[in-house]
T-cell receptor, first 116, second 114 residues
Framework: DTEVTQTPKHLVMGMTNKKSLKCEQH?????MYWYKQKAKKPPELMFV???????INESVPSRFSPECPNSSLLNLHLHALQPEDSALYLC???????????????FGQGTRLTVV | RKEVEQDPGPFNVPEGATVAFNCTYS??????FFWYRQDCRKEPKLLMS???SGNEDGRFTAQLNRASQYISLLIRDSKLSDSATYLC???????????????FGKGTKLSVKP
């Protein structure tokens, strides 16, 4: 079983709704990530948090708003999404990479999001 | 040129076959290398890290050639349960040594048949 927990597992939302995806890990990892994965495509990076600070934002539209309340939690707030935003949203975590090689990331099971 | 390129697949092989996946990466500053496995509608799971000296884990052998910017994965005696998509993943550390961005290849689908 994954040590990265994501909720909810499935979410259907309308284009005017506001919802949040949640991610939690207790492995002491200080880097956390949000990825988006469309069907038959590889995961694409959205955001990286390092020590609770946003370090990478891959030009993601502002209708996606990440938040890292503490070292164990990562949220993704969603507002005014479009149907093309429907995808699997994956959270991952890894040890802080400074001075470390082979910092593999561990993924949660994902939230399957459908925007209607 | 894409940052991480993999064999397009799909690979359809009989049980017991040996299958090899290849991957090339474009950024010579890449620092860490991995193979992940992803089952249908599941999250990617780490299969193995790839070290310069090559490494083996049971039926799986991974190799890295930094000069050629090439990574490989060999699966021996393939099982039905090996059927999945195999993702080549490269991590380029951001300047300053902080954690970087995991760049995924498109994945190669493997189907092992009885």
């Amino acid at each position: 079983d994954t040590e990265v927990t994501q909720t909810p597992k499935h979410l259907v939302m309308g284009m005017t709704n506001k919802k949040s995806l949640k991610c939690e890990q207790h492995m002491g990892h200080r880097a956390m990530y949000w990825y988006k994965q469309k069907a038959k495509k590889p995961p694409e990076l959205m955001f990286v948090y390092s020590y609770e600070k946003l370090s990478i934002n891959e030009s993601v539209p502002s209708r996606f708003s990440p938040e890292c309340p503490n070292s164990s939690l990562l949220n993704l707030h969603l507002h005014a999404l479009q149907p093309e935003d429907s995808a699997l949203y994956l959270c991952a975590s890894s040890q802080e990479g400074a001075g470390k090689r082979n910092t593999e990331a561990f993924f949660g099971q994902g939230t399957r999001l459908t925007v209607v | 040129r894409k940052e991480v390129e993999q064999d397009p697949g799909p690979f359809n092989v009989p049980e017991g076959a040996t299958v090899a996946f290849n991957c090339t990466y474009s950024n010579s500053a890449s620092q860490s290398f991995f193979w992940y496995r992803q089952d249908c509608r599941k999250e990617p799971k780490l299969l193995m890290s790839v070290y310069s000296s090559g490494n083996e884990d049971g039926r799986f052998t991974a190799q890295l050639n930094r000069a050629s910017q090439y990574i490989s994965l060999l699966i021996r005696d393939s099982k039905l349960s090996d059927s999945a998509t195999y993702l080549c993943v490269v991590n380029m550390e951001v300047y300053g040594g902080s954690q970087g961005n995991l760049i995924f290849g498109k994945g190669t689908k493997l189907s092992v048949k009885p």
